[in-house]
C-alpha cells in the first residue's frame, strides 16, 4: 500500500484587542451586546465618511509581526477589496493586498519528539472584519457590530505534516498571542479563527497535489476533527483511482461531515481596487526597533512558558 504525506497550510485570523475599531471610535469588543449597537457612519460605510487609522491596530500588528519574525515593512498600504455580501454594508473591505505590515517569517513549532517544525509565515496583513450574518428559518439577520473590528490575518507556507500537527500549531500561536498581549485569541467568541488547505501526496515527493480548503474554523478540536476526515477522504478517493478536485468544504460539527460549499458563497466576485483612500501605516524607525527588541526577550524568556 502506498504511504502517503499530509500537507496542510493555515490561513488564519487573530481579533486585535484594541479598545475601539480600527477606522473609528465605535467599542471594537461587542461580545454579549445587542445587535447593531455598536456602529457608526464610518464602520457602516455611509457616503462621505473618512477612516482615520487606529495607530495602536499597526503597534499591535507589528509586535505580532516580531513575534513571528517577520520583516516588519515601514510602509504598508491599505486597499479596497470590493466584493457584495449582505453583511458587507459598505460593498468593500478594506485590507492590505500588496504592501503589507509583515512579510515573510515563520514560527518554530515544538514537535513531541523534541525537534521542531519550523513553519513559515508568506504573509500577515490588517484588515477590517465584516459583520455576522445570521440565518434564521425563512430568513437572514443582520448585525454590523463587527463591521471594521481590527483582524490579522496570516497565511503560512504549507509546512504543516498532519491535522495533529495543524491543531498544536494553532494552540501554539493562540498562546503566543495572549502571552505578547495583542489578543485574547478566544476562538468561541470568534475572535480567532482559521482556515485550512488540505492536501497529500506519496512519501518523498516533492509535487504538490490539488488542495481542498476547510473553511471558517473556530474550535481547535473541532478543526482537528475535520482535517483528520478530509485526509482520510482523500487517501480513500487516490486508493479508489480517483482525482482530488480543488473543493470548498464546510465541517458540521454535529453530524461529523464535511459537505462542499455552495458556489454563491465561495465565488464572490472580487475586484482590488488600488485606490489608496487611507493613509499608509508608517512605522518610525525608533519605535519598530522598540517593538523588535521587546519581542526577541519575550522569545528568549517564553520559550519555557509556551
Ligand atoms: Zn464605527
Known sequence: MTDYETVIGL??????????????????DSWGDPPNTNICPVCSGQPGVLPVLNQVVIE??????????AEIQPVSYFDRKNYFYPDLPKGYQITQYDLALGMGGYLDLPLEDGSTRRVGIEKLHIEEDAGKTIHKPGRRLLDFNRCGVPLVEMVTSPDLRSADEAADFIRYLRKLVRWIGVSDADMEKGKMRFDA???IREKGSKVLNPKTEIKNMNSIEHGREAMKAEIKRQIKEVEAGGVIESWTLDWDEENKT?????????????????????WPSVLMKGKSRRLLKACRSFLTSAKSVL
Open 258 to 278: 464535511l459537505s462542499k460549499m455552495r458556489s454563491k458563497e465561495t465565488e464572490l466576485i472580487t475586484a482590488i481596487l488600488k485606490s489608496r483612500t487611507c
Open 11 to 28: 490561513e488564519i485570523h487573530v481579533q486585535l484587542n484594541t479598545n475601539s475599531k480600527i477606522f473609528c471610535s465605535c467599542k471594537a
Open 60 to 69: 499591535k500588528g507589528a509586535t505580532l509581526a516580531a513575534a513571528l519574525n
Open 197 to 199: 488547505n488540505v492536501s
